[in-house]
Structures are given as structure tokens and as C-alpha cells.
């Protein structure tokens, strides 16, 4: 962990990117407010079939009309694929297939009058989600995204206005494996490291899910500056880099008590928890359980101990862990933040943390 003291070169933070991930069925229940904090909004998901981007299933898409009227500044971008969604590595196999998703992805986007498409494709390389995988996605997905940019910067000539590309990449050491990040990136706008369930349903040993530093004693050395790291050096600019939030929490159940929970071994693998609403509401110094710190990491954490069958443990980022975050971004010039969900917070408090935390980096010199 260094000292991360922002110096005069740092970028503005009018020039830093606020992303939020809103569900199709959401977009109408954005208020003003909240969506002025936001640069960009990226509406999940659509889906690839048959080599093409599908949007059949879309509710409320007259809604980005109306967003267009009343923000003109936000950047709408249609985010394909999520967890267990397919269709990717069949679609890039071929020059056909890489094509086809090129033009129906920009039929979504003149359709709806988006500003870009963002690949969610969980991922190259592997199958563990239940969707199709090979050792060749490796080289197809720099092949399908060096398509797709050419197809986007034609039509951005023709109309005036550039369409952006961008990712959302796997925080942890399987993704740079699976991919060619040295070559994706230049036809990359930038890249959203998935910096959230780092810690959760594969291991039974509980840990922070979306920390931004790796604590001592942490057998699992993932953490967003671990994250970032990994990606600079397998060629991505820090300025392209956007890192992420998380709006939930991840939870395991039997968990002794000692150290609070944190480092156990629990009696269940990390579900998912609470979102952040409901933590809020009942959990965070409520109900038995107890908000601990942990310095090191710059996360908090829930617990509940003192049982013979052993607690339950949370970890969730707040609005303190947030600032941290957004200081880091600020500090070592990267591209942003972006946070899965929008419907996770009903409070918007985590929202105005990334706004203020950014906002404040601007001319603050702070100590991470």
C-alpha cells in the first residue's frame, strides 16, 4: 500500500467517468438527481443469438428518449451478455459471426439512439458459467472487437458522433490468461474491471468481495489495486482502466467467531447478501449484527458472532470504502468508476459517495 497523493496532472474530475449498470426494467425509476452524478448508464442486458445482438426481450427502451431530452450529457450504452448469458464464442469463431454482431450492434444502436455497446461477455475462454468456450477465444475476441471498432468507426464518420466500445472484464489473473488485453484495448474506449465478488460463491473461506487493498493473513491476494495492476501490465493504459463498486453484498452463514468472522471458514460458500438498501436498513449496527473496519483493505464488514453454530459475515462496500476508491482513482490516474447496480441503493447515498469522492479528488491531497 503506498501513499497515494493526487498531484496537478491528476485528471479533473469533470473528465472521469461515473458508470452506472440500470436494468431494462428500472429506467423509468431514475430520478434527476441521481442521474445527474452519472457520465455514462449502461441498461442490461441484451443477449447474443445466432451471432446477432437481440433487444426483443427489452422493456421500457422508449425511455432513453426521454433520458436523451431531459440528460444530454449522460452517454447510454447498450450492455450485452452477464453471467451465464452465451452466444459469444460461437459468435466470434467466424468472420461471418463477427460481422453479423458488428451490424446488429449497430442496428441496436441506431434503433434505441445509443452512444455505444458494452461487451459483458463472462468469459473468453471459459465455460464454468454453462455457455460455450474455447481455447481460440482467446484470439476471437480481439477479432471480434477489432471488428466490431471498425464497423463503429465507419458509421461514427458518416454520422458525426463516436460510438464507444467498451468491456466488462473479470478483476482477477483468468482474465488476462484468457484474453489479449495488450491488443483489445486499442479498440477499446475503456475497460470496467468487475473489481466486486473477488470473494464469494466458489470459496467457504469469508474475505471482502470488492476490497480496494489485500489485507495480511488474506490467502486470496485479489484486491482492486492487485486488479489494476494486473491489467497495466498486460497493456491496458491506467486512463482506460475503470474500476467498480458494488450495490450488494456477499454473505456466508456458520462463521466462527474469531476475528469478527473475517478469514474463516464458514459453513456455507459466499451467496449473495443483502443489497445495499436492506443493509441499511437492517443490518449495518442493527438486529445483532456490528460494522467492523478493516484498515488494511479499506472495506467494511458485518458480523453477528457469539453463537454456537457461529455468525454470519457480510462484506459490502459503504460510503467510506467508496471514498477510499474514488482517492485511489483520483491518485493514480484512472478512468473511473462504475458500480453494479443502480436498484441495489435505493438510498443513493452510494452514488453521492462516488460523485463527492471524485468531485473532492480534484484538489484535495489525501492519504489512501
Not at 64 to 91: C, D
Not at 272 to 291: A, C, K, M, V
Not at 322 to 335: H, M, N, W
Request: with cysteine.
Amino acid at each position: 500500500m503506498t501513499d497515494l497523493t493526487p498531484t496537478s496532472s491528476s485528471a479533473p474530475a469533470a473528465n472521469l467517468r461515473t458508470v452506472g449498470y440500470v436494468g431494462h426494467a428500472d429506467l423509468p425509476d431514475l430520478p434527476a438527481e441521481d442521474l445527474r452524478k452519472l457520465t455514462h448508464l449502461n441498461i442490461a442486458f441484451a443477449h447474443v443469438q445466432d451471432d446477432a445482438v437481440v433487444t426483443e426481450h427489452l422493456n421500457n427502451m422508449t425511455e432513453i428518449a426521454r433520458l436523451r431530452r431531459e440528460h444530454p450529457a449522460i452517454r447510454i450504452l447498450l450492455s450485452v451478455g452477464g453471467w451465464s448469458a452465451g452466444g459469444f464464442s460461437e459468435a466470434a469463431s467466424s468472420e461471418a459471426g463477427r460481422q453479423r454482431m458488428a451490424e446488429s450492434a449497430l442496428a441496436a444502436i441506431n434503433r434505441y439512439d445509443l452512444d455505444g455497446v458494452d461487451l459483458d461477455w463472462e468469459y473468453p475462454c471459459y465455460g464454468e458459467a454453462g455457455i460455450g468456450a474455447s481455447p481460440d477465444d482467446r484470439e476471437h475476441f480481439t477479432q471480434l472487437l477489432r471488428t466490431m471498432r471498425e464497423a463503429f468507426d465507419t458509421q461514427s464518420s458518416a454520422a458525426g458522433r463516436h460510438y464507444l466500445l467498451t468491456i466488462a472484464a473479470g478483476a482477477d489473473r483468468y482474465y488476462i490468461d484468457g484474453t489479449q488485453m495488450d491488443q483489445v484495448q486499442q479498440y477499446l474506449d475503456y475497460v470496467q474491471l468487475m473489481t466486486y465478488d473477488m470473494r464469494g460463491g466458489f470459496q467457504v473461506l469469508t474475505g471482502h468481495h470488492t476490497n480496494l487493498y489485500t489485507p495480511s493473513g488474506d490467502l486470496f491476494r485479489i484486491s482492486v489495486e492487485e486488479s489494476v495492476s494486473l491489467f497495466v501490465k498486460a497493456g491496458v493504459p491506467k486512463h482506460k482502466i475503470v474500476i467498480g463498486a458494488a450495490f450488494y453484498s456477499r454473505m456466508w452463514k456458520g462463521v466462527p467467531d474469531v476475528n469478527h468472522g473475517l478469514h474463516q471458514m464458514a459453513a456455507t460458500s459466499g451467496g449473495y447478501g443483502p443489497e445495499f438498501t436492506e443493509l441499511d436498513d437492517s443490518y449495518i449496527d442493527q438486529n445483532g449484527f456490528y460494522r467492523y473496519w478493516d484498515e488494511q483493505a479499506k472495506a467494511p464488514y458485518l458480523y453477528d458472532g457469539g453463537r454456537h453454530d457461529g455468525g454470519t459475515f457480510i462484506t459490502y462496500d459503504d460510503e467510506e470504502s467508496i471514498s477510499c476508491k474514488c482517492q485511489y482513482v483520483i491518485a493514480e490516474q484512472l478512468g473511473g468508476i462504475m458500480f453494479w447496480e443502480y436498484r441495489c441503493d435505493r438510498t443513493g447515498r452510494l452514488l453521492e459517495a462516488i460523485r463527492a469522492g471524485l468531485e473532492a479528488g480534484r484538489s484535495t491531497s489525501l492519504r489512501v
